[in-house]
């Protein structure tokens, strides 16, 4: 069964945020620099809205991060507190901080937070995840969102999203378990 909801409806109804995985390296056998944009709902389904990703040099990173907050007017990122994430949240709150959104080239800086995304093996992450995907409660807009029927402000959510959708779980894997269980605005992104 499908449901489809307006873009705005859909962002009224949900709270929005951003994760970022950085790689270590920046070479052409890296993994590659990920951000997605999520929005949890008050059932506790989760949305990915949008997604980028590069092997590429850090300040590419950074680029694709504020504009893609600035584009969605997302309110937080989130960004692991390890390795070269430390160095990319540096990077991010020294923009903030100084209110540089000119030098970013962007009208809207989001709220820059660090987790940590222990020391559980990224394998057993994403068999976490794999129930949420079992019963529907990741959502991911559907390709043809775009074509003549959909149009970009509008989104069509399936409601059993099949598992070989794990692209995601570059970012979502470290960041669900954290984020989706935050209940009070103190501890919300």
Known sequence: MQVKKSLGSLLASTRQFMTVDTSYTATKDSDSKVCTLMAVDGDNNLFVLDMWSAQCQQQKLVNAILQMADRWRCPTVHIEAIKEGISVYDDLM????????????????????????????????????????????????????????GGPFSI??????????????????????????????????
């Open 94 to 149: 020294s923009i903030v901080t100084t209110k540089s959104a000119d030098m970013a080239e962007v009208d809207f800086l989001p709220r820059i937070r660090k987790f940590n995304p222990g020391m559980t093996a990224k394998t057993a992450k994403i068999a976490s995840l794999l129930r949420r995907f079992d019963y529907g409660r990741i959502k991911m807009p559907m390709r043809e969102r775009y074509q003549k029927h």
């Open 156 to 189: 069509r959510l399936s409601s059993s999203t099949p598992r070989p959708v794990m692209v995601v779980c570059s970012t979502t894997t470290n960041s669900i378990p954290y984020l989706c269980r935050c209940t009070s605005s103190e501890g919300a992104p």
